[in-house]
Structure formats: structure tokens, C-alpha cells
């Protein structure tokens, strides 16, 4: 099992940037596949980013391609979600996730953290 915690959103201007992290804790981390998550104010959990257990592959959902960029760093047990040009409709709670499988589907996801706010002004 993993558990993990995402820290890094905050308030940030539309075409700014920010880099959500997530800490994750567990000596199998390098076992899971990871993904970043949104859920914004009224709308279901969407997918945004998933990172293969070893990095080398990567999904992004279309609306986020050439402007986020997943990365992790196994020996640190972490993943990085680098949101550049940022735009009012990102606005969200990003969570982090664990699954066993790289996957589009956010439900296929086992764990995930407690969230990190990201807000996005005009």
C-alpha cells in the first residue's frame, strides 16, 4: 500500500505556473503507476496525467497536452505535475494517485492524497 500527500497548488494568475508535488510514503512506490487528478467545483474527478511505474511512459488528457508535464523521481518516492500556461478553467483540486495499471481512468486508481488546491485567475 502507499499513501500520499500533494502540496504546491495556491493562487496564480492565468498564464502563470505552478508545480504541485506529491510525497508519497511506502517501500513499493516504484511498484505503482501514478497519476495526477482534478475535481473542480460541481464536476466530477477527471483525469489529467498519468506516469508509468519506471517514468518512461506518459498519458495526458487532450485539454492539458503541451501545457503539464508529469515527472516522478522513485528514489525520492515523489511525482511532480508542472502546470504551465495556466487558464481559469484548471481550476481544481489536483489529487494524487496510486494504481497498479497506467491508466486514462481515474476510477482505477486504489490511493490517493487529500488534494492540493490550484485557482487560477482572470
Known amino acids: 500500500q502507499v499513501q500520499q500527500v500533494e502540496s504546491g497548488g495556491g493562487l496564480v494568475q492565468a498564464g502563470g505556473s505552478l508545480r504541485p508535488s506529491c510525497a508519497a510514503s511506502?517501500?513499493?512506490?516504484?511498484?505503482?503507476?501514478m497519476a495526477w487528478l482534478c475535481q473542480a467545483p460541481g464536476k466530477e474527478r477527471e483525469f489529467v496525467a498519468a506516469i508509468s511505474r519506471t517514468g518512461r511512459n506518459t498519458y495526458y488528457d487532450d485539454s492539458v497536452k503541451g501545457r503539464f508535464t508529469v515527472s516522478r523521481d522513485n528514489a525520492k518516492n515523489a511525482v511532480y505535475l508542472q502546470l504551465d500556461s495556466l487558464k481559469p478553467e484548471d481550476t481544481a483540486v489536483y489529487y494524487c494517485?496510486?494504481?497498479?495499471?497506467?491508466?486514462?481512468?481515474?476510477?482505477?486508481?486504489?490511493?490517493w492524497g487529500q488534494g492540493t488546491q490550484v485557482t487560477v485567475s482572470s
Open positions: 494517485a496510486a494504481g497498479r495499471m497506467l491508466t486514462i481512468n481515474y476510477y482505477e486508481y486504489d490511493y
Open positions: 511506502g517501500r513499493t512506490f516504484s511498484s505503482y503507476a
